[in-house]
Nanobody
Framework: QVQLVESGGGLVQAGGSLRLSCAASGRTFSNYAMGWFRQAPGKEREFVACIRRSGAGTYYADSVKGRFAISRDNAKNTVYLQMNSLKPEDTAVYYC????????????????WGQGTQVTVSS
């Protein structure tokens, strides 16, 4: 079992920045690829970004490429999502997830999920 707890969400104006954190506990963090997903009201959960176990590879949804950056600190059992140039359409609950396989953009690939943190971007 892996427990994931997100933090860092909040209210920000368009064009602003936020940094989300996801702290993991339980099994060895470096054994898991990690991903960030988001779900806006009335919409399905969607992929945002993912990162390999070592942190050497990352992959982004087209909608956030160039604005968001995923990173991880295996010594701190934490994965981050730096979000810059935020837009109102980025408003959603953001979830981190852990994948025992390779890193992936599909929800079904992930084995463990956090409870989410709300990000609201005002225009």
């Amino acid at each position: 079992q892996v427990q994931l707890v997100e933090s860092g969400g909040g209210l920000v104006q368009a064009g602003g920045s936020l940094r989300l954190s996801c702290a993991a506990s339980g099994r060895t963090f470096s054994n898991y690829a990690m991903g960030w997903f988001r779900q806006a009201p009335g919409k399905e959960r969607e992929f945002v970004a993912c990162i390999r176990r070592s942190g050497a590879g990352t992959y982004y949804a087209d909608s956030v490429k160039g604005r968001f950056a995923i990173s991880r600190d295996n010594a701190k059992n934490t994965v981050y999502l730096q979000m810059n140039s935020l837009k109102p359409e980025d408003t959603a609950v953001y979830y981190c997830a852990a994948d025992t396989g390779g890193y992936a953009s599909t929800i079904g690939a992930y084995d463990y999920w956090g409870q989410g943190t709300q990000v609201t971007v005002s225009s």
